[in-house]
């Protein structure tokens, strides 16, 4: 067990907050996302909107970004995110913001000219998530409780301890290091305290939970997939876009929302404890919404998936913008910020953000990562190739199908999948943490594929 005040426990609950490209990057292996994550950064550049697009997938924003930046120890090394203008437009009306250096303005210029964004004052913060004055026991298995000797009797006994005289007391400095070692054992042990600090190795936790996702989930994603008639297979699947868009705006979700629409229930290491502390503990404990907003992250403004409305990966709402002198600043002052308060400005303007996810960010609206037409083969372990080759297309898929063994072509069928129901959407996302390649929860279906089983599940 381990006692630490808040500031230890924000570092801990800021876990929930990552996006798991964020968490990949940390070489942490989550199942077959580790594939995913590899197969965007080994994807041509052409085969999305643009470079920002890729670059948004490996380095996905936390959404909770200004709160993590006040931790003690953050383990997200994302570059903070950064407001850039047209150095043209800016002396002007043509009020367009990006968060990304060198998108296009809608005048034909280049946004390159970094522009500060006005901070609200936090005097007297005291912690970020909960109280940094606090004290908290934190089990082996990562329960946190709030400090108090009745709380501390029940662990205890948990271990059979009887004589506290047997217990060793030790003081521990907390680096990043340390954090993310924690963080890495965090999905795999049920003892990651112990494995993180005192370099102890635990068995890998294997265990797995069926889960039937909410009922409320709408949208839907239309795949072909090449069947083995003998073997009532499928090998893989091939589509134009959206079904990708799906899979890797995985990478820009944080586990905390994961785990709400996995009802906490994700069945890997300790991670589920992390989770279930933050919702038992008392609200009193916690710093305004935080509570609410750790339970349930959301996807970082404009990193959300947008070709298919997805109930499941919601896109947190993007703030308005405004461009002005700051009320602070002596009337004189030419100095000019963007701000989400308007009142915090002199004569503000309002402004509009520049959407990368589309082919003209400043005049059109999102649509997704890749681009379309362009058609993906995705294998049954979350690799993601494409075939969009003016030329060689041809050539190219003819050279997938050979690398695959023992394949005839007289047994191979194609079929049409649309996934409709939220509970094929849960088991994709939990069969890409909990397995290396795409299969469907091992204790329930070991031989089937899980995209067999969504074939099965549309023809029903």
Same mark, same amino acid.
Request: charge should be negative.
């Given at each position: 067990m381990a006692e630490a005040s808040g500031d230890f426990v924000d570092v801990l609950f800021s876990f929930l907050t990552l996006p798991l490209g964020t968490i990949t990057r940390l070489e942490v292996e989550i199942g077959c996302i580790k594939n995913l994550y590899q197969s965007v950064r080994d994807l041509n550049p052409d085969v999305f909107w643009n470079k920002m697009c890729k670059e948004m997938l490996l380095f996905p924003h936390n959404p909770l970004e200004a709160s993590c930046q006040r931790l003690k120890v953050n383990v997200d090394d994302t570059r903070p995110t950064k407001y850039f203008m047209c150095d043209t437009c800016s002396k002007s009306n043509g009020l367009?913001?990006?968060?990304?250096?060198?998108?296009a303005c809608s005048c034909g210029k280049l946004m390159t000219n970094e522009t500060e964004l006005l901070k609200e004052s936090r005097e007297g913060d005291n912690g970020v998530f909960v109280k940094g004055d606090a004290m908290f026991l934190i089990c082996d298995d990562l329960t946190v409780l709030e400090s108090s000797p009745g709380n501390a009797v029940q662990p205890l006994r948990k271990y059979g301890l009887k004589d506290l005289s047997k217990i060793e007391e030790k003081s521990l400095q907390v680096d990043t290091d340390k954090m993310i070692r924690v963080l890495k054992k965090v999905l795999t042990s049920k003892t990651p305290l112990s494995d993180a600090f005192l370099?102890?190795?635990?068995?890998?936790?294997?265990?797995?939970?069926?889960?039937?996702?909410?009922?409320?989930?709408?949208?839907?994603?239309?795949?072909?997939?090449?069947?083995?008639?003998?073997?009532?297979?499928?090998?893989?699947?091939?589509?134009?876009?959206?079904?990708?868009?799906?899979?890797?705006?995985?990478?820009?979700?944080?586990?905390g929302s994961i785990l709400n629409h996995m009802n906490g229930k994700l069945s890997l290491g300790s991670i589920d404890n992390l989770y279930a502390s933050v919702k038992n503990l008392d609200s009193s404990w916690f710093i305004g919404s935080s509570k609410k907003l750790l339970l349930n992250p959301g996807v970082a403004p404009q990193f959300g998936c947008k070709s298919i409305q997805l109930n499941v990966l919601q896109e947190?709402?993007?703030?308005?913008?405004?461009?002005?002198?700051?009320?602070?600043?002596?009337?004189?002052?030419?100095?000019?910020?963007?701000?989400?308060?308007?009142?915090?400005?002199?004569?503000?303007?309002?402004?509009k953000l520049f959407e990368p996810r589309c082919c003209d960010g400043a005049r059109e609206r999102a649509v997704g990562f890749v681009k379309r037409p362009c058609?993906?083969?995705?294998?049954?372990?979350?690799?993601?190739?494409?075939?969009?080759?003016?030329? &060689? *297309?041809?050539?190219?898929? @003819? +050279?997938?199908?050979? !690398?695959?063994?023992?394949?005839?072509?007289?047994?191979? &069928? *194609?079929?049409?999948?649309? @996934? +409709?129901?939220?509970? !094929?959407?849960?088991?994709?996302?939990?069969?890409?943490?909990?397995?290396?390649?795409?299969?469907?929860?091992?204790?329930?279906?070991?031989?089937?594929?899980?995209?067999?089983?969504l074939l099965i599940w549309s023809n029903n």
């Open positions: 367009l913001v990006s968060t990304f250096d060198g998108a370099e102890k190795e635990s068995s890998p936790s294997d265990s797995f939970s069926r889960y039937i996702g909410p009922s409320n989930w709408k949208g839907s994603v239309e795949i072909k997939v090449m069947v083995s008639k003998s073997k009532k297979e499928i090998l893989f699947a091939k589509e134009d876009g959206n079904f990708v868009d799906f899979l890797v705006s995985f990478l820009t979700t944080p586990l947190v709402h993007t703030p308005e913008y405004w461009y002005g002198t700051p009320v602070t600043d002596d009337k004189g002052s030419e100095r000019k910020m963007i701000s989400t308060k308007r009142d915090m400005l002199r004569d503000p303007a309002e402004m058609t993906f083969v995705v294998s049954d372990d979350l690799e993601v190739k494409t075939t969009r080759n003016a030329i &060689e *297309e041809t050539t190219t898929s @003819i +050279t997938y199908l050979r !690398e695959m063994e023992n394949l005839r072509l007289d047994d191979l &069928e *194609e079929n049409s999948v649309k @996934i +409709t129901k939220s509970h !094929e959407v849960i088991f994709t996302i939990h069969s890409s943490f909990t397995t290396y390649s795409f299969t469907l929860l091992q204790y329930w279906c070991k031989k089937i594929q899980f995209i067999s089983m």
